[in-house]
């Protein structure tokens, strides 16, 4: 399990360097431009991870407590 998550965490940072380095190749706009979209997207990510976290403690509790 862990060796699965650790390739797929390595492959979404190496996905992300080749982002990079294609940005900065093509001038400073598209670099800028890329770095509003990384901004953003992990905007997006914390907030999806914070809702999941929540809605799986507040299940959890329920199970507990034998409400579910």
């Known amino acids: 399990v862990g060796f699965d998550t650790a390739k797929a ?3 979404e940072w190496l996905c992300f360097e080749i982002w990079l380095l294609i ?25 999806a991870a914070a809702l999941g ?6 299940t959890g509790k329920l199970l507990g407590e034998g409400k579910a």
């Not at 940005?23 to 907030?47: D, P, W």
Request: proline residues 0%; neutral net charge; aromatic residues 14%.
């Open 9 to 11: 965490i390595s492959s």
């Open 23 to 47: 940005s900065s190749r093509l001038g400073e706009n598209a670099f800028a431009a890329f770095q509003v979209f990384m901004s953003i997207a992990v905007i997006c990510f914390a907030f």
């Open 53 to 58: 976290i929540a809605a799986s403690s507040h």
